[in-house]
Nanobody, 128 residues
Framework: QVQLAESGGGLVQAGGSLRLSCAAS?????????KAWFRQAPGKEREAVAA????????YYADSVKGRFTISRDNRRNTVYLQMNSLKPEDTAVYYC????????????????????WGQGTQLTVSS
């Protein structure tokens, strides 16, 4: 079983940047595991933000963050990152790291059910 621990959240002003980290333990996630970031704002459903495949490293992004957020991985550190630039108040949410052993594609990368392992989340608050 994979354990995931997010870090790096906090309070930042609009226009600022922050990097979230997700450290995996219990099993290496460098192979066979697709990796993603989701977020959930108060009163809203959890939504996909970005994902990256384990093999080709192809990335996927929600339209709302495209061009501002970058997902990346460090296989040696068994860690996934989410670099967030040009932050907006509407980015305020709890951010969750997730990994899954199923293949992700254009058509399904944002499906929560594809990811069987989740972290506890880290809060990001963007002030205006």
């Amino acid at each position: 079983q994979v354990q995931l621990a997010e870090s790096g959240g906090g309070l930042v002003q609009a226009g600022g940047s922050l990097r979230l980290s997700c450290a995996a333990s219990g099993r290496t996630i460098s192979t066979y595991y697709s990796k993603a970031w989701f977020r959930q704002a108060p009163g809203k459903e959890r939504e996909a933000v970005a994902a990256i495949t384990w093999n080709s490293g192809r990335t996927y992004y929600a339209d709302s963050v495209k061009g501002r957020f970058t997902i990346s991985r460090d296989n040696r550190r068994n860690t996934v990152y989410l670099q967030m630039n040009s932050l907006k108040p509407e980015d305020t949410a709890v951010y969750y790291c997730a990994v899954g052993s199923r293949t992700i594609l254009d058509s399904n990368w944002s499906d929560l059910d594809l990811y069987g392992n989740w972290g506890q989340g880290t809060q990001l608050t963007v002030s205006s």
